[in-house]
Every structure is written in C-alpha cells, then in structure tokens.
C-alpha cells in the first residue's frame, strides 16, 4: 500500500494553503482535539480501525492529541463530510474515489465497474506511481492528501430475486451512492440507479422505495440488508477502496506530528484490509446458513456489457490511464 510522501503532499498550490491556513489552522498546541468522520457502522473493521489509530496516535504524542470518532453519519453523509474537509471543520474522513473525484475526476478509475480484477489488482494499484500521481493530482485541488487506503471490498447486488445476467437487471430501481462511477453498471444493464444516502437503504429496501441495493459482504452484514433482501448476487463489479484523508489545515496544525499520524492511519489501514480480506472468504457460507440465496455468478456478460463505456470519450481519464491501471500486475 502507498501513502503520499511529504514532498507529493505538499505540491498543491500556495493559494489553497494560505486560504485554508487563514481560515481554519490554529496553533498545534490549541489544537488537541481532531475530528475523524465517517459513514459506517460502529460494528465494521473501519470503524474498530479509527479507534485504534485513535489510541495509538494518543498514545505516540504522549496524550498531546486526541482523535474523537464520529461514525455512521454523525457528522453527515459523505458528500458533506468532504465538504467539511475542504472548510477544516473536520480533520479526517472515511471517503471513497468517487466522492473524492467531484474535486479531481480521473481519480474515480478505481471505483467504475471492472476497471480492478479483484484484491490483488487493487493492492497493486494502491502501492503504484499511477495512484500517487492521481492522489497528487487531487491534493493539488484540494489541500486534502491521502494519509491511507482501505480495501473495502467487493461490491455485489442484493435483491429479492436472482440476478444472474444482464437482463435480469432490466429495470431494477437500484440504490446507489451518489456518483457516476456507481450508476454506470445499473446504466448499461438496463437498471434505475437511484442515488440515497447511505443511512437510508435499510429502511428503503424494507418499504420497497428500492428493489435492490450493491455493496460488499462485510457491509451488507454490518447494515442487515440482509435482513430485507432475499438474494445476494455475487457480481463483483466494482473493487473499492476508502481513502484516509487529512484536511490542510490540520496537516499545518499538527507540524512534526503529522508523521506520526501518518502511520499510525496506515496501520490501521493495514489492519482493516486484512479484516475484510477474511470476511470476504467467510461471509458467503454465513449467509447461507442465515437463509439467505447466494448466487454465484457468470461475470463475463456484465464485464462485456461495461467494457465499451470504460474506453469511451466520456470517461473522466485518459485513455492512458485506463491502459495502465490494466497493465498492473499483469
């Protein structure tokens, strides 16, 4: 896995530093308490990762600093967590590429439908020069650097009946995060994508405002959707990553202290990938065993149905980017 090194973090331009600084840094002394956000439940390896980063960075400062964890939307959904971000109204956040691409557009790849072949494609990439220049490229916009990444997991359709091709999807009302990368795979499958924040699908898939939602095994266990879907279908059509993020402001604040940071959030990135790596190899036999039909999957007609919109001009990369994300581990 890769991290920013201090020179790449630091190359965004002086405007942005020196507007953020005015605005929101306060001397490291004053500031002992850091706000982490993030939209996941307290049960889930991320969260558990927080707490630890949390005492550990208490504990390397000698108890200087404090990181206060505000999980499953305390602070907001994700879109205004990265708000938040920008105005330093919160130090860290929990967010994925997509979010991070309304700022920087071509760092989206990783989350659009089989861009990544699975954990060994995405443990690759997040150790590669192709991440670090997408994550310059977006620290240059916005003053936010990309402290850790997360391996957040496969992602797979849950429904109440069997998805098993593309036209099974056929005008299935999906949720989604509210991000193209999302809603491309329900797009060209023939699928409604219907944007929701993440706190709301539970109840929405239980009163049938959607017939369907998409995400990892791990999270549809933390979330108990399957508590309100009758089938999960092992799509895998997106490989996800939650970035680590760190504000500008608190980066100024934190001076030679945010080393120290810096690790301790790497570890426990470490850590939380590892978590759902095993979760992943467990959780199907989980499922079933809690009456749920899990459904394996030909994923070749759905890659072949994404595969042209992926090289189209409309992308937010170019087509060299594409070419060497695919040429990672080969």
Known sequence: MTKLNALSRRTFSAGIVLSAIA?????AAAQDVLRFGHVYEESTPYHQAALRAAEAFGEATDGRYEI??????????????NEALSLGTVDLIYTGPAFMAQSYPPIAISDFPFTLR??????????????????????EVTGNYVAAMTYYGARHVTSNYPILTPADMEGLKIRT????????FPEVTGANPTPMAFSEVYLALQQGVVDA?????PTIQAKAFHEVQSNINLTGHIVNSLATLVSPSTEQALGDDIAILDEVLEEAALWASAE??????????????????VNEVDRSPFIEAVAPSLVSDVM????SVYERLQAIGQ
């Open 316 to 319: 937010p990369w170019d087509a």
């Open 276 to 293: 759902i790596v095993q979760s992943e190899n467990e959780l199907v036999e989980w499922f079933r065993a809690e009456g749920v039909t």
């Open 213 to 217: 939602q998409e995400n990892p095994l």
């Open 177 to 184: 995060p509210n991000a193209p990368a999302y809603q491309l």
């Open 118 to 139: 699975g954990y060994d494609h995405w443990e690759a990439y997040a150790a590669s020069d192709l991440f670090d220049e997408l994550a310059s490229g977006y620290t």
């Open 23 to 27: 605005m929101t840094a306060v001397p």
């Open 68 to 81: 206060q964890v505000f999980p499953a939307s305390q602070l907001g959904n994700e879109t205004a967590l």
